[in-house]
Structures are given as structure tokens and as C-alpha cells.
């Protein structure tokens, strides 16, 4: 693992504003943070949201003396709003934003060194995968992929070599839930750093950090966001020189946000906690629905006693979360035919927005995966995943039924 550290690079060294960590003494609860963490009126004109600070470069009063900003991929007022509301609302003292998930899971990458070796999950986001496949084992940067449910596994699958474990929790499409602690405490006994993507859960339900993860990463793109109207990524930790050690990526490779997309995901972070209390008590009522309906084989949802892993998502969440999938009990094209017709949900990729979504996994997201590596990593053809919105559930319910009608007939 190569452990350079920011020494400014001509057009930035940390400036980046603040006094460098953020989280600090905020002991206000969630809900409060959510609206006030990072968020100050402009001490200029007193407005009380932050101003997208659309702005490149930075007045210095002589060479090098600036006023905590010189260059805007290095630091940008709205972004460190963003950045620390983000620190605050993960229970981390610091945090970096990226201009998609994906550019903040590199930027955990960047961290490692040819000959490094890392563990992951066997059912992380098809974008971690691709990204630890096909760009860094070019890199001679191996992965192993484990089910990271089974600790025997991990230990088994950790080398000298190995440097990152990568979790999710709860993961795609089948909401397995991973046990952060346990996890983290197998990383630490190889010396490995232990990376949580906490897009599912948000920190309103889970905090990967509190439970000693190293690295959260989240898609702001999902419900932080929460209205699908941009896209983003961050990384928070609870140490001030790992940080520093992203912070030279961050910088170096480039990949940040700019004040437009860190103003709407800001917009967003304000009313994660209602937001996500509909998604989760919406949720969990077509679980329960969809658990006794006749056309449905089985369904995903850590809410439910029947989910294997429902107790270890009681202790580690405080709610359930707004994703599930359910077993259709029919083909590909009968899913294929019930995916389509809804109204309510709309049939698209992602996740996290107000409004329902609904996809077929094996037509769709997972569609890469050969159908015999599907079928065995229980991916079966008539599977369908919904992020369950927060419009009226008894609408939800109303819609599926008529897609089942329409597809089942
Ligand atoms: C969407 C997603 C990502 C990637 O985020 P982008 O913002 O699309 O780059 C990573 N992890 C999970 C779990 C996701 O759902």
C-alpha cells in the first residue's frame, strides 16, 4: 500500500478551507445534523442555504496566503459544506466528495500498490466488481470475492498481501446483511483497512464507522441525493490521516463534484430522516404484502422474521431500509411483462429517489452474470428488485396487482 501524502501541487496544496476536521462536538441528534451540520447563514448577505459557489479560482492576498480556498477540484465552499454535513451524519470527523460513487470506491483504490490483494464481497455493486476486475487487476491489484456472510471464508480468503475489505451491506438484489463489526475485526487482524459501502442503509440507519469500519463509502447518487437528479459519491472516515491520504487523490486523480451537484445533494441531506422513515414503514408494508400474495415465491426484505439475516439487520440498522425483491412465481418473461407494467413504480435502474422504481435482475442489472452463475448465486429469472418510494402504499400495491394480473393471467 503506498502512503503518499498531500504536498500541495502548485494549484493547491489542502486548501480547502475550515480548520480540517469537521465533526467534532456536534452531540445534536441525527435529524438535527441532517439540517444544520456544515450549515452556516453566508456570514456575507446572511442567506440562510449555502451558495453554490460556482467558482474556479481564489483571491490570494500574496503568494500562498489565501483565505482557506485556491483552486476549486482542490476545495470549493459548497462542497466543504457538503463534506462536512456528510463527516457529521456518518459519526466521522471527515469526509470528501467525488463526482460519482464510483470516483469515491477509486479513490479507496488509489490507496493501494501493485502486488496488494483485497477481499470483497461475491455480491457488491456490479460496478465495484467491474472496477476491481477489469481496471485494477490490470494493475496486478488482485481481488478475491467471498460470501462475506461466511467468516470462515473471509479469514481463508486474507493473505499477507491483503490490504482492503471491501463490504456492503445490505447488498444487491438479495439484501444479504453483512456484520460490519465482525468484519472490520478480521481486516484489522491482517492489517487490512476495512472499506463499508453504506449506500443501501444511508447512516440514518446504519454507520459503518461506529461499528470499526476504517472508510464509508456512499452513492450520493441514491438517497442522499434522493431525488435522482444527480449524481455523486463520498468517503468518510474518523481519521484525520487517512483523510489526508484521500485528499492527495481526491486532488490528484480529480474525480470531484462541482457546486451544482454538491448544492442539490446538500438539498437532499436535509430531509434524509423523514424521507427514509416513509421508504422504510412503505417498505416494510409491501413486504408483508407481497410475503402472503399467491404470486410470489419468497421475498427479500431483512425486515421480515423470514429473512435470514433478520437479526443481525436488528441489531446493526435502525430500520430496514426502502429496497426489496421478491421471487415472482413465474418465468423471465412473466417478470419480464410485470416489470413493465406498472405505473407506479417506473421501470429504471438505481435507487433512492422518491419515486418507486422496479427492475428484473436477471434481464437488467445483473444480465452480465452467465444464467448458471446466476441461477447458483440464487439470481433466479423471475427475481424483481423495487426501491420503494414514498408515494401512497396502498397505490404500490394496487399497481403490482395489476401488473400480476396483466403478466399472470
Ligand atoms: C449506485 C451505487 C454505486 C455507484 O455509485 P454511482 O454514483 O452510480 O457511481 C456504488 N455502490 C452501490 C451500492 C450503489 O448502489
Redesign the pocket.
Known sequence: MSDRSDGGDGDGGDGRGGDGGYGGADDRRFETRAIHAGQEPDPETGALMTPIHANSTYEQDGPGDHRGYEYSRTGNPTRSDLEANLASLESGSHARCFS????A?NTVLNLLSAGDHVVAGDDV?G??HRILTQVYDEYDIETSFVDTTDHDAVRDAMREETELVWV?TPT?PLMNVNDIGALADIAHEGDALCAV?N??ATPYLQRPLEHGADVV?Q????YLGGHSDT???ALIVDDEELDERLGFYQNSVGATPGPFDAFLVLRGTKTLPVRMDRHCENAMALAEWLEDHDAVERVYYPGLESHPDHELAAEQMDDFGGMLSFELDGTLEEASTVVSETEVFTLAE??GGVESLIEQPAAMTHAAIPREERLAAGLTDGLIRVSVGIEHVDDMKADLQAAFDAALS
Open positions: 460519482s460513487g464510483m470516483g470506491i455493486y460496478g465495484t456492503e444487491n459501502d449506500t443501501f463509502c452513492s450520493l447518487t441514491k449524481i455523486g459519491g438505481s435507487l
